[in-house]
């Protein structure tokens, strides 16, 4: 990394840049207001990364990038959503491994997953009604079918004898 922990170097960059995705290209069937060209020209790849990087570092908020050093904050989250779907994220992830692999080597044959870190699958339907909530007097006073709150009498006097 370069004099702070979200500048990128040289020597990283030539690393993360080919996995990012091209640019999307503007769709034929849409119809735009400004001509092919016009705007603003879209911010170089690298400070982007260098932006995303800076929000996953610090841990700030979107809206809260200094606009001053980074730019429109919209325009740098649409980015990163951008690359998201397109899977540079994970590409960038797996790359990593690849290298620390080739690097320290992983012992993956020791690796394993530990049963309370994942949901059993179906588990809420097979579990039923809370049981916390057994011995709670609305589950007793109410018979099946009925709300708590509706009233039991049915006519009302109102002045005139039932």
Known sequence: MGAHSWEV???????VEPLIPP????????TYQR?????RK???ARLVFEDIVYVLRTGCQWKALPAE???SASAIHKRFLEWEEAGFFEALWRAGLAEYDEMEGI?????SIDGA??????????AG????????????ATPAGRRAWRPVITHRYRGKPA
Request: net charge positive; hydrophobic share 25%.
């Open 23 to 30: 640019a999307q290209p503007r769709s034929a069937n849409k």
């Open 42 to 44: 879209p911010k170089p």
């Open 9 to 15: 170097t040289d020597e990283f960059w030539s690393r």
């Open 117 to 126: 870190t994942i949901k059993a699958p179906l588990a809420q339907e097979q």
């Open 69 to 71: 050093r980074f730019g």
């Open 35 to 39: 001509k092919p060209g016009g705007g």
């Open 129 to 140: 009604p809370n049981p916390t909530d057994r011995g709670k007097k609305r589950e007793q």
């Open 107 to 111: 012992a993956w044959r020791w690796q």
